[in-house]
Structure formats: C-alpha cells, structure tokens
C-alpha cells in the first residue's frame, strides 16, 4: 500500500463476498482472477452448489470477517453487520441499516424523499390485502400495487401497474391472489399512476461523496419484445454515463449528508418516472444492480479490486 491508502501494483488483498444469493459471482471471480484471496457466503441453500469450483465458499460469514481485509455484502438485509462491522475499523462494501430501510420499507423510503425535498407521488401503505381492496373502491383511480420489505425471490418481480381508471384490475388481483400473497407479502404499498418515461440514475458513494460519472439507466421489464407481455424482475437494461444531470441532482444528490452519516460505501440507485410536470422517484437500489455492477466494471480503469478496496476506504 502506498502513502496515499492506495494498493500498489501486484499487492494481494483478501475480500470476503457475503451473498443472500447467488449473485455476486462474477465480480468475486473477477477479483479473484486479479491474483487477490477470495471466500464467498451464499445464505440461501438453493444457490449452495452455485461457483462450485470456482470460488471458495464458506458456511458461516461472520468466522472469516477477520481473515478480510474487505467485506463485500451484495445484497440488502445485511446493514446491522455492515454498520458494527465498520465501526471496528473493518472495510466494508456494502450495506447499512440506514440504506437498507431505504429500499425494503417503502413508507421509510417515500418519507425520506419527501422530507429532503423530492418530488413524490401520493401513495398508500397496507398491510392488509382486503383494506386495500375497500380502499380502491371508495377511491377509485388508476394505481400502482407494489410489495414492500425484503420479499422472496419469486416475489421481488413482483408489480403491477393499473391500466383501468377506476381501478378495478388491480383490485381483482388482489381479490384473486390475497390468500396465497398474504403468506409472503406482509405489507405492500399502492401508488398513484402518473404516465411518463421510467429512467433511473445510480452512483457509488465511498463513505463521503458520490464518485462520479452518474450512470443513467432504463430497465425493460416487459417478457416479450415490443414492450409487450407481464412485467418481469427486469428483461435488460440499457444505460450511458452522465456528468451530473437534471434527474441526478433532483433526487440523489439531495441524500449526500444522509448517506455520509452513517457512512454508507457501496451503490446507490433511484428510480424515477419523468415527464413534463416533474421528476418523480418511485425507489432506491441501495445495493449493486445487476446486470448493471457487471456492465458497470466494463468502465472501471483500474483493477475490479482496487476499485472495491479505494471505495470501501474512502479513496
């Protein structure tokens, strides 16, 4: 390492990948092709055999956290740790509870948009399928159904946008789905449609400020080509980078004094709709996007671990 914090060519670091599934693999393989030491965790026990062969796996975390000199956490849910974790000095990517309340709990999420002066739709918070169902009634509209909170993976996809103005498709899905959803989804939120383009701007933070360019980006979320079909986690995304720009400094550039209090080092998205009335941000990614870290590392001058071990210590 040299006076300045930075690895010098050739210097060999040890990173610790910690996964709720199995999605940070490629980088981890990229790491550990660069000549670093590499161990992955992957909580979920579908994705046990996934990289075997590849990478390292262990089955409990926390009995190498020692052993890294970097903690990579690749997915929401992890903030606690993240957050004790760098409090005793450890360098960590990746997670804090802050970051994650941001993107599993809607209501936090909407609440700190509003209160640092975004641009919000009106939106409701359930946690109840039928008040929602008597809701829409009594109001009728055209809404958005989305789930709130750290959901199963095959209901993380999982949205619907109303076509009807009075609301009624989504209250018959609802209707036809409440039993079985209710088991997974225990709050969720509906959301006032605005008609308008579906653009998101993301940038890493290294604990103090953004680090940029803004990568500026549109996910296709329809099944079939010709944006037709039900929507989908995400079918593709297209993206370029921007120097600060409209959308950027109208959302995420108003969270730079939460994010650098507790000390969030990682990526960080929102999703927006915009048309001519306003810049609306619907969510925060506070995590890598994927396939968006892969397309991303693309553009990376230096090595992948240079980049995670200068953004994990405030370089």
Not at 101 to 130: C, I, K, T, Y
Not at 177 to 184: C, E, G, Y
Request: glycine letters at 10%.
């Amino acid at each position: 390492m040299n006076s300045e914090g930075q690895l010098e060519t050739g210097e060999r670091k040890k990173f610790l990948f910690v996964s709720l599934e199995s999605l940070s693999g490629d980088l981890a393989w990229a790491v550990q092709k660069e000549g670093h030491a590499v161990k992955t965790y992957i909580r979920s026990k579908d994705d046990d055999d996934v990289y075997n062969g590849i990478l390292e796996k262990v089955e409990a975390w926390e009995n190498h956290k020692d052993w890294a000199d970097v903690i990579v956490f690749d997915d929401v849910g992890f903030g606690e740790h993240a957050d004790r974790l760098r409090k005793a000095g450890k360098l960590v990517v990746g997670g804090s509870s802050y970051t994650d309340q941001l993107e599993m709990n809607r209501e936090f999420g909407q609440a700190e948009m509003a209160r640092l002066g975004m641009l919000v739709l009106p939106h409701w918070d359930f946690d109840s399928f039928d008040r929602s169902i008597e809701f829409i009634r009594k109001n009728p509209g055209r809404y958005v159904w989305k789930p709130s909170g750290n959901t199963p993976s095959d209901m993380k996809g999982l949205l619907f946008l109303g076509t009807e103005e009075d609301g009624k498709d989504i209250a018959e899905i609802l209707e036809h789905n409440k039993n079985t959803w209710a088991r997974k989804v225990k709050r969720f939120q509906l959301q006032k449609f605005v008609s308008g383009v579906e653009v998101a701007v993301g940038v890493f933070f290294n604990g103090n400020d953004f680090l940029y360019p803004v990568n500026v980006n549109f996910e296709h979320k329809k099944l079939f080509p010709g944006d037709i079909g039900p929507y989908t986690g995400e079918m593709g995304t297209l993206m370029y980078w921007s120097a600060p720009n409209t959308i950027f400094n109208l959302t995420l550039a108003k969270i730079r004094e939460e994010l650098r209090k507790c000390g969030y080092a990682g990526y960080i998205d929102i999703i927006c709709i915009a048309n001519a009335r306003g810049v609306y941000p619907l969510e925060f990614t506070c995590r890598f996007g994927y396939p968006t870290i892969s397309i991303q590392m693309e553009g990376i001058q230096n090595s992948f671990g240079e980049f995670l071990y200068a953004l994990a210590s405030k370089q």
